[in-house]
């Protein structure tokens, strides 16, 4: 089977971060034989506070994402909020990620499907694993030949999340790839005064969870020093625990 790793920090920070992440990432694929796809978003646009840190926008933030392929080879996955941006970011990136808070937003999923990219979507809050199969439907129908899954938990009481993990072989019904985003689904949302909170000592068990449950993808935010990081600092993970991880998730049991 083959398997889908997607890391990276939450957020563009500086060239400095993505540097020190890429060449990690580049060390666990030499030595695991992975293919981890390096993720950052140029844009934070849904954060909890208009104060938050959002990123160097997205003409600086596709820059320094190219040149991160350009040095490292790493294949790259980045998010849009809006359709206007699904072309720039199409010719930059391998895959575009749409936010689980605009699954459903048709015109966005529409103009990233055109991009002839994959598109990776995220499983809103409110919604079932199987309620999944219309966002992939209209990407497929505006042309999207590789249409990937994400499960982020959902929202059943307030500044929580809870991860049903039967909608992963429930969204396997519609789409090949399902992907277990295992540092977001620890979110405490806006719970920490203003900000996001969560619990990164989970994210192993949810990682392990999905595979259980046959999930054949996994995404994580990773940050050399996360308490230090501007967005979702409580629940990316600490980038030297990333290799453990990925060798126990690729063992065959």
């Excluded at 993720?39 to 926008?57: L, Q, V, Y």
């Excluded at 694993?129 to 505006?142: F, I, L, Q, T």
């Excluded at 994210?203 to 050399?224: I, L, R, Y």
């Amino acid at each position: 089977m083959e398997y889908r790793f997607i890391a990276g920090p939450c957020v563009i920070e500086s060239a400095e971060l993505l540097d020190t992440v890429a060449q990690e990432l580049v060390r666990i694929n030499d030595k695991l034989g992975t293919d981890i796809i390096f993720k950052a978003s140029f844009d934070k646009a849904n954060r909890t506070s208009i104060h938050s840190f959002r990123g160097p926008g997205m003409d600086k933030g596709l820059q320094m994402l190219a040149d991160i392929k350009s040095k490292y080879g790493l294949r790259l996955l980045t998010d849009i909020h809006e359709s206007w941006q699904a072309k720039p970011v199409g010719e930059v990136v391998d895959v575009i990620q749409i936010p689980a808070f605009l699954c459903r937003q048709t015109d966005l999923l529409v103009a990233a499907a055109k991009t002839g990219k994959t598109v990776n979507i995220k499983k809103a809050q409110f919604l079932s694993g199987n309620d999944m199969r219309y966002p992939v439907e209209k990407a497929r129908e505006a042309g999207a030949k590789d249409v990937w899954l994400t499960e982020r938990g959902n929202m059943f009481g307030y500044n929580n999340l809870i991860v049903d993990f039967r909608n992963i072989p429930d969204m396997l019904q519609i789409t090949p790839t399902v992907v277990m985003d295992c540092t977001h689904s620890v979110q405490r949302p806006g719970g920490a005064g203003g900000k996001t909170g969560g619990d990164r000592q989970f994210v192993p068990a949810m990682a392990m969870a999905a595979k259980a449950f046959g999930g054949n993808g996994w995404f994580f935010e990773v940050h050399p020093d996360p308490d230090k990081g501007l967005s979702d600092a409580a629940n990316m993970l600490r980038l030297d625990q990333l290799d453990e991880l990925i060798e126990k998730l690729i063992i065959k049991n």
